[in-house]
């Protein structure tokens, strides 16, 4: 189930309120012997965090299926840009080192299955005491914390711990797989996106083995819809590692509705966007942005990372304008 952006926190009785956790979605299905974890891209990402794969034994059910967030901590707080280094990872040598410089927590916020019974329509307050009830803590197993009806005083929180932001989930609502829907909403501390990557633009300086920037979009009703070049944000090995899958995305095919060399504010750091290489549109960037313009053009982005958790197709530009709180 996926929330829906809008711009201000809120006090309300009806609806509860938690921590937005900034890392990798994922359901745990756990068995009596097994726990598997998948993406929202329905990839098994079990070997890539392996710490998490007892988390069956932390389950006070015969089988359950949790949805969480995988989070990597930075000094109390979950940081994507740690994450990152173990996103992609398959190697068991690579991942095993992972493990021991970079550990991750699963954060459980909702439960969706219980010994044999669907808890889709179950109201989620009554979801929520299931799934206290049913996880045993452990330094990398939590339950998402919430509180009923104060969302200001815990947004002002969030903001002061340098959190992503919050979530609201209305009482009395059920569970629906891959719906974005209103009873569901988030409210973020600082703006950020997630956009699809449509081309790169060569670099330069010491830039010039690599690329300068990323060429971004969201999808509306006409296509990919472009927003804005990427340039900052990357270290050098960022762009060592991303460089070759560009590469092997790329094509002769404008993936965008309308050529961003000719839309209305295209541009990279104020200079028109030249010599293009196009990519197939697969890969999805976190961006964070100071302000989205009245062309819909992102103002100071700086690349977060890579989300391989999420699909291109859910990049909406509904909802990069609705985070930004304007109407363009």
Not at 35 to 60: C, F, G, N, Q, W
Not at 165 to 176: D, F, M, P, S, W
Request: aromatic share 8%; with cysteine.
């Amino acid at each position: 189930m996926l929330a829906t952006a809008i711009k201000e926190p809120f006090d309300d009785d009806r609806w509860i309120f938690e921590p937005k956790w900034d890392g990798v979605r994922a359901l745990a299905t756990c068995s009596v012997e097994e726990t598997m974890l998948v993406s929202r891209t329905r990839r098994d990402i079990t070997k890539t965090y392996p710490e998490l794969a007892k988390l069956h034994d932390r389950v006070v059910a015969v089988d359950a299926i949790v949805d969480g967030e995988i989070v990597a901590m930075d000094k109390g707080r979950p940081s994507f840009e740690r994450l990152q280094s173990r996103i992609n990872l398959q190697n068991p040598h690579d991942v095993a080192r992972a493990v021991k410089e970079i550990p991750v927590t699963f954060i459980a916020y909702d439960i969706l299955y219980m010994d044999g019974r669907s808890l889709l329509k179950v109201p989620l307050e009554e979801r929520k005491e299931l799934l206290e009830a049913a996880i045993v803590p452990a330094d990398w197993l939590q339950v998402s914390p919430h509180v009923e009806g104060e969302g200001t005083t815990l947004f002002e929180a969030a903001k002061a711990q340098q959190l992503e932001g919050i979530v609201a989930k209305k009482l009395g609502g059920t569970y629906r797989p891959g719906r974005r829907a209103k009873d569901w909403l988030k409210i973020k501390t600082v703006m950020d996106a997630d956009l699809v990557i449509g081309g790169w633009s060569p670099g330069e300086g010491n830039r010039s083995s690599t690329f300068g920037a990323l060429i971004v979009g969201a999808y509306e009703d006409d296509g990919l819809r472009f927003v804005g070049s990427v340039g900052t944000g990357f270290d050098q090995k960022m762009l060592e590692d991303l460089l070759p899958r560009l590469k092997e995305l790329e094509t002769d095919d404008m993936p965008f509705a309308v050529d961003p060399r000719k839309a209305p504010g295209g541009s990279s750091f104020g200079k028109p966007i030249r010599n293009p290489h196009w990519v197939q549109p697969q890969l999805v960037a976190q961006v964070e942005f100071r302000e989205l313009t009245s062309v819909g053009r992102l103002r100071a982005p700086s690349f977060k990372g890579l989300r391989p958790d999420k699909k291109p197709e859910d990049c909406s530009f509904a909802d990069l304008a609705a985070t930004a709180g304007v109407d363009v």
